[in-house]
DNA sequence: AATATAATTATAACGAGTACAAAAATATAA
DNA sequence: TTATATTTTTGTACTCGTTATAATTATATT
């Protein structure tokens, strides 16, 4: 799946999001970097080339692509809300040492669950924690590391 | 496993917790009503009991019980921080009209994941959202409504 | 009983996210 | 085009959950 802007525009579009600069570089971000960023990361990496940007045009955009369905919100951290413009269903994996968070595939629909019989499902997320290959070797990413806060650790 | 104060003062010396009487109280809270509480929950209902409780004492108390291993954070909501003294391996099923939180037996054991073969996983958590038998049958529970915020709903 | 240590409390501060209204941009109509 | 309406973006203020800090109270030690 190729990511420029037109095709950006036209998924902007069929979700019937008027595709504004600010919006299209933002969905841009998601897809292209796939980093599970927070609205920090977002904005300041896009204000640095879109200098008019403000953080609530952010939170706007992102809460109009939750809606659209377009974005999934994902929350491991209670401090910290992250977002994913890949709605297809996967686990997320966040480093405890260097903050990364890493998708991995699940089959979900394998879970064994007991007690959800009678219950209705729209969402089912899968999210663990531990140490990625890359903190394992000790090779910590310090430019990670400045971008997250840690609590209780 | 019956919860009498003899029981719970014993688990807090266990883990090198000093037996005070708001951490008896916080943690009896958590075992007897299993009702994966709030802060603002837990303090709501255990100040009418204990009057000169802060807020304070309430996060304190949890931040140790989470380091002693004997709490866990249930993180389903970015804005609502929740808290489960059962730390044995469940999921979590949030109902998005009542927002009341239920457990559910998996077997994450056996969810199916690609990727994660150099990993090393400490946690593991999984939560559902959808609707409760309770509001499909459309009784919904007024009592939790109240408690509850939504977003983007 | 006097002192040291730990726990609790109140207050202030912080920061993520939202509300709101003004400004800017875009679309519509004349 | 120009005028007007609508939508989008922005800046500021505000809310609220959580943490930091320091004072007070309770508990343990000598």
Do not use: Q, W
């Not at 991995?104 to 089912?124: A, M, N, P, Q, R």
């Not at 290959?133 to 840690?150: A, D, H, M, R």
């Amino acid at each position: 799946m190729n990511i420029n802007t037109e095709s950006i525009r036209a998924l902007l579009m069929k979700h019937n999001i008027k595709p504004s600069y600010p919006r299209i570089r933002i969905m841009e971000y998601l897809l292209a970097k796939r980093n599970h960023p927070t609205v920090e990361k977002i904005y300041g990496e896009l204000v640095k080339e879109i200098p008019t940007l403000s953080k609530t045009t952010v939170y706007n955009t992102l809460n109009l692509f939750i809606n659209a369905n377009i974005t999934r919100v994902v929350t491991i951290e209670d401090n910290e809300t992250r977002y994913d413009a890949d709605i297809t269903n996967h686990g997320h994996f966040k480093c405890e040492t260097c903050g990364m968070v890493y998708d991995f595939s699940i089959s979900s629909d394998d879970i064994e669950t007991k007690g959800l019989e009678k219950f209705e499902v729209h969402e089912k997320n899968v999210y663990y924690k531990g140490i990625c290959p890359k903190c394992l070797n000790n090779k910590t990413n310090i430019e990670e590391v400045k971008n997250e806060k840690f609590k209780r650790y």
